[in-house]
């Protein structure tokens, strides 16, 4: 199973950005589809992004469509989420996570990062 460890995370005013980085170890990375996944205090945790095994393939939340951008880097083993644009409403801790099928749904990734945290001041 892939180990995910995210970084990037921090404070940063509306309109401005950030981005999100997870390095994988212990796995076979192009095996694995990615996705980032966001939880703000009180909410349960909802699909952002979601990128296929090549990179060739993206999809992502209505809410951060436009403004977000994931993409990963096979060689480096890392996926990327490049975040533009920012709303007080995208603070929430951000996840990565693994899986074996491309999908939107949490319960079908079997392999997460600890999170970082971002915050946007408005």
């Not at 007080?88 to 491309?102: L, N």
Request: charged share 15%; hydrophobic share 35%; glycine share 12%.
């Amino acid at each position: 199973q892939v180990q995910l460890i995210e970084s990037g995370g921090g404070l940063v005013q509306a309109g401005g950005s950030l981005r999100l980085s997870c390095a994988a170890s212990g796995g076979t990375f192009s095996s694995y589809n990615m996705g980032w996944f966001r939880q703000a205090p009180g909410k349960e945790r909802e699909y952002v992004a979601v990128i296929n095994r090549s990179g060739g393939k993206t999809y992502y939340a209505g809410s951060v469509k436009g403004r977000l951008t994931i993409y990963r880097d096979n060689a480096k083993n890392t996926v990327y989420l490049q975040m533009n644009s920012l709303k007080a409403e995208d603070t929430a801790v951000y996840y990565c996570a693994a899986a074996v099928v491309v999908s939107t749904t949490p319960d079908h990734y079997n392999s997460w990062g600890q999170g970082t945290q971002v915050t946007v001041s408005s």
